[in-house]
């Protein structure tokens, strides 16, 4: 079910997956390597908040996922690193578990 009632393809679904997989993953090298982060991060947030919003039936899987890029937010210092990273990794396993048949 969606908010819209929208036609969403397997191969939309997998390539907005796939691409956001991706941006998350990129985040940890930006951190590492002392680039901005936070805006490509609130780019990630902005479009996983959306699909949470058109998606309905994503809502329980999504949730945690948002819940803890936006928990990426407090982890600032250079001892928190080991968390930054232990965290982009459970987003990545938890986002490589959504499923196109969720959304039908």
Do not use: H
Not at 29 to 56: A, F, H, S, Y
């Amino acid at each position: 079910m969606n908010k819209y009632d929208l036609e969403v393809s397997p191969e939309v679904f997998t390539a907005s997956l796939k691409r956001n997989i991706n941006l998350v993953y990129k985040l940890l090298p930006m951190r590492e390597e002392g680039q901005d982060w936070i805006k490509p991060l609130e780019t990630i947030l902005e479009e996983l908040v959306g699909m949470n919003r058109l998606l309905v039936d994503l809502q329980p899987s999504l949730f945690p996922i948002i819940c803890k890029l936006e928990g990426l937010y407090s982890l600032t210092n250079v001892e928190d690193m080991s968390l930054f990273r232990r965290t982009i990794f459970e987003c990545l396993s938890l986002l490589g578990k959504l499923d196109y048949g969720c959304i039908k």
